[in-house]
């Protein structure tokens, strides 16, 4: 029994917090939001190896797994960094799962070429479809559909709010054939970005338009390109895992210097009761994320129902802790001198990325219904 | 990451499983439509079933070889706990004793008390129970009123009320926390008591619950006499010997939801059975909200027994499982009783759950209490400001009354 961090693992956390710190990455999550340039981190991420964190070590990666993605996404998300792992590391993921592509794989390791990753939500027992997220609605889209030919592909169709993917080098798109059935292809170009911006400046995202946009075919087992899917929502999870920490050690801070009625806010029930909330909602997410690691080497079959799980806590828990982390502060809390609208924003936005939370909650529920009737 | 055994715990567990399943038609059936309905009955055979396991090494796994226990980790008493819930059978009747007053009498107690009463409980042949919490003492449990007087001889004299006392009915013993000095400050003059239970002057009241099942007591105490050597640990020094049985007690707590039965899977299992259910999107966003929280806890657990094996002592945080446990399960009882309809509140398992949590709440501390002990020893932040800081018992209780009266 061991269900803690490795050693190694605390030295990957120490040294991404390190590497992020010689940034001003929150001040530069306001400047964007005034209308300034995104602070784009991709060289740190190359300097410190992130791109190839799951690539194999013989393909010039780390070999390392997904437990260590997301404490690296952890780390981005306390400080609010925009740095493209979210679409870059399930593409990869993808890409060595299938083998080949050596030379390619070299290269998204180095970060030479950024990927970005085009998901579809794998079926469920409501829903047997692929499908991906719309530009506005509760109804979810078709992937775009392929049409195949030998090793090649083109692409029709539309996918919104793709993490990442403005300026990515290549897009690793999953769509679907006549059928139904999953084709995933490289998209090197043809493809339409249109980068949209909303509500957070620190998130990359674009709406990806295909107009017989063509690649050539990745040959992939379908369990990997699930995995990949929930390996996406197992680092959103663990970005609002890093910012939850965030919230807590500013909340913290101030309910001790801030004094009303003569003595520390802190000391009142009302306002310790709820820093000790935010407290369990972020172990509770930590444990799950911890738990979506270790599936994800381990235990594959279970993967979807961690990764789901994390997702479901950790945006309950980013929602919960930023908007405490506004009340502790009171008004000034809730104004633009402050850092908790940075924060409160990020918790907003991330929580609707990627099918949004009530689709992670979904897959809780339907993983648990499927294991009942087997049982 | 590992979520697998040692070699030398996998040996131990194939060892546990092996023996319980040779041992199976030995234990007790005390839950469902064949359990034994006879209560003496069920509490016999509960009894002869502890002292089955005991002898064969796997109760009090943890303690001292030289108290009957077996020198091993807590890690091994967990794999016993686990095996034990997977065959489905019975752990043991006594665990209020073996988990949280033996230690306390392995830390505090004298040689002779060790040898005198160790033993005995760790094979239910005496069973114990725990007499701290009083009426007006639960949350605040240093402010308890049950006095014990010193006579000449050194005897003492004990009179008192004690509440929400598990096993109280079938107990030979109880350890109890008494005021001793009531002109000191409240946490400094208490003493902590060995009472046997059937001594003249102790009178049990069983006490029933929504669930209408009388699981606790009431414990009254009427000038009953206990010999010099009952005290455990030094007199007036029992706060201390309080907070050890506490911090076991918290483990036991923190570290049990599962063995509660609160597991997503036996919820999932009710709600899968209605195909109506299961197919409804408001239903399975509830069900996939508290299921995470379960599964959560389960997962919190790993990293607390990580810890526990590390040699690390989990910290009062561990005691948050318990406030996500019966939040979590208080949602699916809800959740299950909103999809069954009335017929979920009828003479079953459902209706029992749902009438159990409300009291669960509160049981080993209130969420309140709890949240103010993590959020000041764990976040830091500073604890309240205290009118009972300093001053005498005897002068605190005087001032007490006079407010209550003056808000009459």
Redesign the interface.
């Known amino acids: 029994?061991?269900?803690?961090l490795?050693d190694e693992q605390r030295a990957l956390q120490e040294a991404a917090r390190g590497a992020l710190s010689r940034h001003q990455t929150v001040a530069a999550a306001r400047e964007a939001l005034d209308g300034g340039e995104r602070l784009d981190l991709w060289d740190t991420a190359r300097e410190a190896g992130w791109p190839g964190l799951l690539i194999d070590e013989d393909r010039g990666g780390a070999g390392l797994g997904g437990?260590d993605a997301m404490l690296v996404a952890a780390e981005c998300g306390r400080v609010l960094a925009s740095v493209a792992l979210l679409g870059h590391v399930p593409a990869t993921s993808v890409l060595n799962a299938a083998g080949g592509h050596d030379d390619l794989l070299g290269r998204l390791a180095e970060g030479d070429v950024r990927a970005a990753f085009v998901p579809a939500r794998p079926p469920g027992?409501?829903d047997p479809d692929w499908t991906v997220d719309a530009v506005q609605g509760h109804k979810r889209a078709t992937a775009p559909l392929a049409e195949v030919d030998g090793d090649r592909a083109t692409l029709t169709g539309t996918v919104a709010w793709v993490p990442d993917a403005p300026g990515a080098d290549v897009l690793l798109v999953v769509g679907v054939d006549s059928g139904g059935r999953p084709i995933v292809v490289l998209v090197k170009d043809g493809a339409q970005v249109e980068a949209v911006s909303r509500y957070d400046g620190t998130r990359l995202l674009g709406h990806v338009t295909l107009d017989n946009a063509g690649g050539a075919v990745i040959d992939v087992d379908e369990d990997d390109l699930r995995a990949a899917w929930y390996l996406a929502q197992g680092l959103i999870a663990a970005e609002s895992l890093g910012a939850v920490e965030a919230a807590?050690e500013m909340s913290?801070a101030y309910?001790?210097e801030r004094f009303t009625f003569g003595?520390?806010i802190?000391?009142?029930?009302a306002?310790?009761?709820a820093?000790?909330?935010v407290?369990?909602l972020m172990?509770?997410?930590r444990?799950?994320i911890?738990?979506a690691?270790?599936a994800f080497?381990?235990a594959p079959a279970e993967f979807p129902?961690?990764a789901?799980?994390a997702r479901?806590?950790g945006g309950?828990a980013f929602d919960f802790a930023s908007r405490e982390l506004i009340s502790v502060h009171g008004g000034i809390g809730a104004t633009w001198e402050h850092d908790a609208p940075l924060y409160f924003r990020r918790a907003q936005l991330s929580r609707r990325l990627l099918g949004g939370e009530?689709s992670?909650?979904?897959?809780?529920?339907?993983s648990?219904?499927a294991?009942?009737?087997a049982? | 990451?590992?979520?697998?055994?040692?070699p030398e715990?996998a040996d131990y567990r194939t060892k546990v499983r092996e023996w319980l399943e040779r041992s199976r038609a030995e234990a007790p059936v005390l839950r469902g439509p064949e359990r034994i309905r006879d209560e003496d009955e069920a509490v016999r055979a509960h009894r002869g079933w502890q002292r089955r396991l005991a002898e064969a090494g796997y109760v009090g796994v943890a303690w001292p070889k030289e108290y009957g226990g077996q020198g091993l980790g807590p890690?091994e008493q967990v794999i016993v706990n686990q095996e034990i819930n997977r065959a489905g059978l019975p752990g043991i009747i006594d665990a209020i004793g073996v988990g949280m007053l033996g230690p306390t009498v392995i830390a505090h107690g004298s040689e002779d008390q060790k040898q005198r009463y160790l033993a005995p409980m760790l094979h239910a042949d005496e069973v114990w129970c725990q007499l701290f919490s009083e009426p007006a003492a639960g949350s605040d449990l240093a402010g308890i009123q049950s006095r014990a007087k010193r006579e000449d001889d050194g005897s003492w004299r004990l009179s008192g009320q004690k509440v929400w006392t598990t096993n109280a009915q079938i107990s030979a013993f109880g350890l109890l926390l008494a005021r001793t000095d009531p002109d000191v400050p409240k946490h400094k003059g208490l003493t902590m008591f060995i009472v046997p239970m059937d001594a003249e002057g102790v009178t049990i009241r069983g006490l029933r619950q929504i669930t209408g099942e009388a699981e606790f007591n009431e414990v009254f105490f009427d000038d009953v006499e206990l010999a010099e050597e009952m005290v455990v640990g030094n007199i007036d020094d029992g706060w201390r010997t309080a907070l050890t049985t506490l911090m076991f007690e918290r483990l036991t707590i923190g570290g049990g939801s599962e063995g509660m039965g609160y597991r997503?899977?036996r919820f999932?299992?009710a709600?899968?059975a209605d195909e109506a259910a299961?197919?409804d999107?408001e239903?399975?966003?509830r069900?996939?909200?508290l299921?995470?929280?379960l599964?959560?806890?389960r997962?919190?657990g790993?990293?607390m027994?990580?810890?526990l094996?590390r040699g690390q002592i989990p910290g009062p945080?561990a005691a948050?499982g318990k406030?996500?446990a019966v939040r979590a399960a208080i949602e699916a009882g809800d959740l299950i009783a909103d999809v069954l309809g009335p017929d979920a509140l009828g003479d079953n398992e459902w209706s029992y759950l749902i009438s159990f949590l409300p009291g669960l709440k509160s049981a080993g501390g209130t969420e309140?209490i709890l949240?103010?002990t993590?959020?000041?020893r764990?976040?830091?932040?500073?604890?309240?400001?205290r009118l009972d800081k300093g001053i005498p018992f005897s002068e605190l209780r005087a001032k007490e009354r006079e407010a209550a009266g003056a808000a009459k």
């Open positions: 029994m061991n269900f803690e490795s437990l027992d409501l807590l913290i309910a001790k003595r520390a802190g000391s009142y029930q306002v310790k009761h820093l000790v909330e407290l369990r172990e509770n997410t444990s799950l911890y738990y690691g270790w080497q381990d129902l961690a789901s799980a479901v806590a309950k009530g992670s909650a979904d897959r809780v529920a339907e648990l219904l294991q009942a009737r049982a | 990451m590992d979520l697998n055994d040692s715990q890690l997503a899977d999932a299992e709600l899968a299961a197919t999107p239903v399975r966003q069900l996939g909200a299921a995470t929280d599964i959560a806890l997962f919190s790993y990293r027994l990580t810890a094996e945080e948050l406030v996500t309140e949240r103010n993590v959020g000041e764990v976040l830091g932040l500073p604890p309240e400001p």
